[in-house]
């Protein structure tokens, strides 16, 4: 006799062991056509699984999130299915589930072009109406390397002379044929998938990542539940696409990148005034939130990221330079060191702390150029960095009031939507159960009183301490991992950072690594993207452009130039004899907020034509309210 557990705590009998089809039948017939695979004691098993022992089990629809990772996973093996239908002598090496969709990756002669990708999905269809039923075997590890050599999978050979030898080797037959090496689940037929899938791009990818290896055809493709879905997918892909910092920051004359520098930002005029101006926000928020800056140096000698723990945790990952007398230093990937090395100037008191030090420092980290995509991975970015040295028993104070500041800057900034990821301990870590304990229940205390949505990472926290990330939404409804902050117990500690107690007694602060948007240029490349280059007008690198409609209204332009550039206002007069009409499209592809006319009417009245950007409509005022009305613009979100 064996007891099966179910979701809502029923609890239903069975003489003997059951298989999930079974199971289904005897919980609700109408549940027979919704159930893709079921989880089995918190393991997700095919509906043929047989239960051999009292279970707990929960039934998987399209409308789990689990559910709809298998029916992508089974999308996957059927569209290399039809590749290798359509194209013999195609062979297939990986192909995983990623968010929102799946891809394969095949070794082939010939380029796939978008006529192959219309091919591929009628195929698929083809095959999904079949309604193929799949089966599962599981083979000896020699037998297999022998079978797919023979069949000329010398990619999925490797694969499997990869695999310790005490796992076991699932094969996943789809139909009486075609079959891949898989550890599953799968759904129990190729008619389950549906037809809400569409194959999205091709592009290169190197075995197995790396650059030595051969390149491979990467075939990208979404998955859904329902049409609806898919629809409203593809409609944000294309949304997203029009919205890409890259085309625009090439429309606005932003930034570009260069070989000769590959991961690094070449800012131009208008970038860089973006740029900086964010920074002078922030400084000011900082500054009334109580932050002292500093800078530290770049480039730091090997030894200080030995002591720090960095050099063997993530060495790989740093420039390095030898110099003539044999000393190794490395371009800092992160500013926490240097930090720690202003707080040990000059003795410190428990009546210093909390100790907050800002800082917005360039690092430099080595990341494939494969991962490398404009302004969202680079090698060289700006952190805009803090560390909090605090005792005990102001963590959660402290967090809190980082959390605060972070969604202030946030919702200024156009981002209602935050959510929080809080991570705990993980399985290797440094310190005292003691005083984990401590740091998390007083970070988890801080989310709580935040108010705020979070979920919970379980054992993915740093191994210095608990931390929580914080994941804003953009206009589109993507989310976009930023700002962090982390309870060090680690670093001050190797460090020698101390400070004396109310007792006299030396103690080692806890440190918490704060960053408000984690990397200034990613955030740029979001914020583009959100407002998809229409920037809020104190904001904007171009705010206005004056166009007098001929050379004799030059002077009354020149003058109102002057006016506003006192003031602060980032304009500029356009003199070029070109006509007005395509001043005004150039201006507006440029993402100018704001155009000012200025003809005869105008001068004789001593007004000015307001464009707007993204309004067809015009507005005649005096001069005087049109610089008021932009001043007032121009004010920082400060309250």
């Given at each position: 006799m064996?007891?099966?557990e ?7 009998p ?7 089809f079974s199971l289904i039948?005897k ?5 027979e056509?919704?159930a ?7 393991e ?5 699984f ?7 089990v ?18 996957a093996?059927?569209m ?7 194209y013999?002598?195609?062979?297939v090496t990986?192909?995983?589930v ?6 394969y ?6 380029p796939?072009t ?11 269809s083809?095959?999904i109406?079949?309604?193929?039923k799949?089966?599962?075997?599981v ?12 069949i ?6 490797e694969?499997i ?7 076991e080797l699932?094969?996943y037959?789809?139909?009486?044929s ?10 129990s037929?190729?008619?389950k ?8 791009k091709?592009?290169g990818?190197?075995w197995r990542?790396?650059?030595n290896?051969?390149m491979?055809q990467?075939?990208y ?8 879905d ?5 409609t ?7 919205r ?9 004359d ?10 690094s930002?070449?800012w131009?005029?208008?970038g860089?005034l973006l740029f900086?101006k ?12 109580g932050y ?5 140096p770049e ?5 200080l990221?030995?002591k720090s ?17 044999e000393k190794?230093?490395a371009i ?10 202003v707080?040990?100037?000059?003795l410190?008191?428990y ?14 980290r080595y990341?494939?150029?494969g991962?490398?995509h404009?302004?969202l991975r ?5 952190q ?7 005792t005990e ?6 967090s809190?009031?980082?959390t605060?500041l ?16 809080y991570s705990?301990?993980p399985e290797?870590r ?21 108010k705020?949505?979070y ?8 191994f ?5 990330e914080f ?5 589109i ?11 060090d117990?680690?670093?001050p500690d ?14 080692v602060p806890?440190?918490l690594?704060r960053?408000?948007f984690?990397?200034?240029?990613r ?5 583009i993207e959100?407002?998809a280059g ?9 705010q ?5 409609i001929?050379e004799e209204?030059?002077?009354y332009?020149k003058k109102?130039?002057?006016d506003?550039?006192?003031e602060?206002?980032k304009c500029?007069?356009?003199l070029?004899?070109?006509k007005?009409?395509y001043k005004?499209?150039e ?16 001068v004789?009245?001593n007004t000015?034509?307001?464009?707007k950007l993204g309004s067809?409509?015009?507005e ?11 001043l007032?613009a121009n004010k920082?979100?400060?309250?």
């Amino acid at each position: 006799m064996l007891n099966i557990e179910l979701l809502d705590g029923k609890k239903i009998p069975f003489e003997k062991k059951i298989d999930g089809f079974s199971l289904i039948k005897k919980i609700s017939k109408s549940l027979e056509k919704a159930a893709l695979v079921m989880e089995v004691n918190g393991e997700l098993k095919d509906l043929s699984f047989e239960i051999t022992k009292n279970s707990k089990v929960r039934i998987i629809t399209h409308k789990d999130k689990e559910g709809l990772e298998v029916i992508r996973h089974d999308a996957a093996h059927i569209m290399a299915m039809a590749v290798q239908e359509l194209y013999p002598g195609t062979q297939v090496t990986i192909g995983p589930v990623i968010e929102n969709g799946f891809f394969y990756d095949f070794s082939r002669k010939e380029p796939f072009t978008d006529s192959d990708l219309n091919k591929i999905e009628k195929k698929m269809s083809e095959i999904i109406d079949k309604d193929l039923k799949t089966k599962k075997e599981v083979w000896k590890r020699d037998d297999a390397i022998k079978h797919f050599k023979k069949i000329g999978e010398k990619y999925k050979a490797e694969i499997i002379e990869g695999i310790p030898k005490a796992e076991e080797l699932s094969i996943y037959f789809h139909g009486d044929s075609w079959h891949d090496l898989c550890r599953g689940p799968h759904l129990s037929s190729s008619g389950k998938i549906g037809k809400a899938f569409k194959l999205t791009k091709v592009s290169g990818a190197y075995w197995r990542g790396d650059s030595n290896n051969e390149m491979l055809q990467r075939i990208y493709g979404t998955c859904w539940g329902n049409k609806k879905d898919l629809d409203d997918y593809l409609t944000r892909l294309e949304e997203a696409e029009k919205r890409d910092h890259r085309k625009l920051g090439k429309e606005m004359d932003l930034f570009h990148f260069r070989e000769e520098s590959p991961g690094s930002v070449f800012w131009h005029e208008k970038g860089w005034l973006l740029f900086q101006k964010l920074i002078e926000y922030m400084r000011i928020k900082q500054r009334f939130a109580g932050y002292k800056e500093i800078n530290t140096p770049e480039l730091l000698d090997k030894s200080l990221w030995e002591k720090s723990g960095h050099w063997e945790k993530f060495g790989e990952h740093m420039f390095t330079s030898e110099t003539p007398d044999e000393k190794t230093f490395a371009i800092k990937p992160m500013n926490c060191p240097g930090c720690v090395q202003v707080f040990n100037q000059g003795l410190k008191s428990y009546r210093d702390l909390p100790l907050k030090m800002s800082e917005f420092g360039k690092v430099h980290r080595y990341e494939p150029s494969g991962a490398l995509h404009g302004l969202l991975r680079v090698r060289a970015f700006t952190q805009d960095d803090a560390h909090i040295f605090c005792t005990e028993d102001q963590i959660t104070q402290e967090s809190l009031a980082v959390t605060n500041l972070i969604l202030e800057i946030y919702k200024s900034l156009g981002f209602d939507k935050v959510l929080l990821k809080y991570s705990d301990r993980p399985e290797k870590r440094v310190g005292a159960d003691s005083v984990w304990d401590k740091s998390e229940a007083a970070l988890l205390s801080a989310i709580k009183k935040s108010k705020l949505e979070y979920t919970v990472n379980k054992g993915e926290g740093a191994f210095y301490g608990p931390k929580i990330e914080f994941v804003l939404r953009d206009a589109i409804g993507r989310d976009w991992q930023c700002g962090t902050l982390q309870v060090d117990l680690n670093l001050p500690d190797r460090l020698g950072a101390t400070f004396v107690d109310k007792d006299g007694t030396k103690k080692v602060p806890v440190m918490l690594h704060r960053a408000l948007f984690g990397s200034l240029e990613r955030f740029i490349g979001i914020l583009i993207e959100n407002y998809a280059g229409k920037l809020p007008f104190w904001l904007s690198p171009n705010q206005v452009v004056i166009i007098p409609i001929a050379e004799e209204n030059n002077n009354y332009t020149k003058k109102l130039f002057e006016d506003l550039f006192k003031e602060g206002i980032k304009c500029e007069v356009d003199l070029r004899n070109q006509k007005i009409n395509y001043k005004i499209r150039e201006h507006s592809l440029a993402k100018v907020p704001m155009i000012l006319v200025c003809g005869k009417k105008e001068v004789a009245d001593n007004t000015v034509t307001i464009r707007k950007l993204g309004s067809e409509k015009q507005e005649t005022m005096s001069r005087e309210e049109v610089i008021k009305s932009i001043l007032m613009a121009n004010k920082l979100p400060l309250n």
